[in-house]
């Protein structure tokens, strides 16, 4: 039935939206109802690509709605056909701009999944890519004083390091957990991030680092003694 024909919803729609002699202005709530309809058909009988394009103005149609947690969702759902593509460019946009669009809702958690999402997705096809949207997913948690939220997102672009043999990086990005741990008075993940990052120093074979690291961060966890005097350890590392 044509009703249900998903490339004749679209063709039905895309008319709605477009202005001539007879329509002095578009009509976006029926076009998009038939866009997103369309989206469904397409990714049902698994015809993705038409389904992504479907979805992504489906997510237009939501914003010229104004209503911008329609369209971030539905241009979650095109960065997921795109994933399943396997077209990583898009991955990247679609879920970018759906954090953007979560972020116009004042949704800074769903904003940041969005990013942890494209992250997950590119890992193992472009794992700078990813480490970069780890990244800017725990800013925009630390941004809104969340940091307990972003702990798994830390391990996640630390493993990437480790991976990577980018050795630093990683332990960087493990002291940068610790830290936010403080931040939320989590004690274990805390010692568990600092002691991540000696072991990483250890692996690279970079001692000097690995003892300072572990100096530092012993007088930060260092508790206190009845005199109220500060316990102070160090690390000998033998070669």
């Known amino acids: 039935?044509?009703?249900?024909?998903?490339?004749?919803?679209?063709?039905?729609?895309?008319?709605?939206?477009?202005?001539s002699l007879t329509r002095w202005s578009a009509d976006w709530k029926s076009a998009t109802l038939l866009y997103e309809q369309a989206a469904n058909g397409f990714r049902v009988s698994r015809d993705y690509e038409k389904a992504k394009l479907a979805f992504e103005k489906a997510s237009k149609g939501q914003e010229m709605l104004s209503s911008p947690w329609d369209a971030a969702k539905h241009m979650e759902s095109a960065a997921a056909l795109a994933k399943e593509l396997r077209n990583w460019t898009e991955v990247i946009d679609f879920y970018r701009r759906a954090s953007e669009q979560y972020m116009q809702c004042d949704r800074p958690q769903p904003a940041s999944d969005s990013l942890a999402k494209a992250a997950r997705a590119l890992e193992d096809a472009l794992p700078d890519d990813a480490?970069?949207?780890?990244?800017?997913?725990?800013?925009?948690?630390?941004?809104?004083?969340?940091?307990?939220?972003?702990?798994?997102?830390?391990?996640?672009?630390?493993?990437?390091?480790?991976?990577?043999?980018?050795?630093?990086?990683?332990?960087?990005?493990?002291?940068?957990?610790?830290?936010?741990?403080?931040?939320?008075?989590?004690?274990?993940?805390?010692?568990?991030?600092?002691?991540?990052?000696?072991?990483?120093?250890?692996?690279?074979?970079?001692?000097?680092?690995?003892?300072?690291?572990?100096?530092?961060?012993?007088?930060?966890?260092?508790?206190?003694?009845?005199?109220?005097?500060?316990?102070?350890?160090?690390?000998?590392?033998?070669?």
């Open 131 to 239: 480490v970069q949207l780890y990244t800017d997913a725990c800013v925009i948690l630390e941004d809104d004083g969340k940091e307990q939220m972003a702990f798994d997102l830390y391990r996640a672009a630390a493993s990437i390091y480790v991976k990577l043999e980018k050795y630093t990086d990683a332990a960087t990005f493990l002291l940068r957990l610790g830290l936010a741990a403080d931040k939320c008075d989590a004690r274990n993940s805390q010692c568990k991030a600092y002691l991540s990052a000696i072991i990483v120093y250890l692996y690279a074979h970079d001692l000097q680092q690995a003892e300072k690291c572990y100096n530092d961060c012993s007088q930060m966890l260092s508790p206190l003694p009845r005199k109220g005097k500060p316990v102070t350890y160090s690390l000998r590392i033998i070669p």
């Open 1 to 19: 039935m044509s009703s249900s024909n998903p490339n004749k919803l679209i063709s039905k729609a895309d008319k709605l939206t477009k202005l």
